[in-house]
């Protein structure tokens, strides 16, 4: 069955650095893989989505990677900041209304 | 949360009592989802629904059961609630035009004794 990691345990990064997250699957690569942004009591919110064929991705201090041959997205976070501090999401997104989360890596920016 | 609400915010239920969770959205998008969330399983889909009338099964349906009657609301139903189904629970919509962005409602914490 596919399989989605995320880093567990949670990611402490001084601010102003780059924070970079990883996520590795297994099996097939989907069409799109999406990240996703949640903070403490409240639902997940979209941050970017990258194609399979696309290699990155960037919006403002967030960047993404997807590469199908390691099987993994890479996501970074530029000049990280106390705000940033959440748990992010990887997904899957097959399409046709199938999409499979991963559990998070906690990101903890530390002034 | 723009444009997704959830009833109740919170709940505490006895086993064996029926519980209705409401999921309103105000975006008019086609699809709706309902996922439950717990510590080291990550979000996992119970239903979700391609119109009105119109649901399928996701990866956790066993105890639940959904409706959609209008495009603006989708329920989900525990009939006789279970320990096992406290958790919090999350709607979600898409337009899915293409991809399955999903946009998620703020969650209902469902807690079962």
């Known amino acids: 069955s596919q399989k989605i990691e995320q880093n567990s345990e949670a990611l402490n990064i001084q601010e102003g650095k780059t924070a970079t997250l990883t996520c590795n699957y297994t099996n097939y690569s989907p069409a799109y893989l999406q990240w996703y942004r949640q903070d403490p009591g409240r639902g997940p919110v979209f941050l970017l989505l990258i194609r399979e064929n696309e290699k990155e991705k960037r919006k403002e201090r967030l960047k993404v990677t997807f590469d199908t041959t390691l099987k993994q997205s890479l996501f970074h976070i530029t000049a990280s900041q106390p705000a940033d501090s959440a748990t992010y999401l990887c997904a899957l997104d097959w399409g046709y209304q199938k999409v499979t989360f991963g559990t998070g890596t906690k990101l903890q920016v530390i002034p | 949360d723009a444009g997704i609400t959830q009833s109740p915010r919170h709940k505490v239920t006895e086993t064996g009592t029926p519980v209705t969770l409401r999921c309103h959205q105000t975006?008019?998008?086609?699809?709706m989802y309902w996922y439950r969330q717990d510590p080291g399983h990550g979000l996992r889909l119970i239903h979700y629904s391609y119109g009105v009338k119109d649901t399928d099964k996701g990866e956790v349906s066993d105890g639940y059961s959904v409706s959609r009657s209008k495009t603006e609301d989708f329920l989900l139903t525990l009939e006789s609630a279970t320990s096992s189904q406290t958790s919090v629970y999350f709607c979600a919509i898409s337009e899915s035009t293409e991809t399955d962005t999903q946009y998620f409602g703020p969650g209902t914490r469902l807690t079962v004794l």
């Open positions: 975006e008019n998008h086609r699809y």
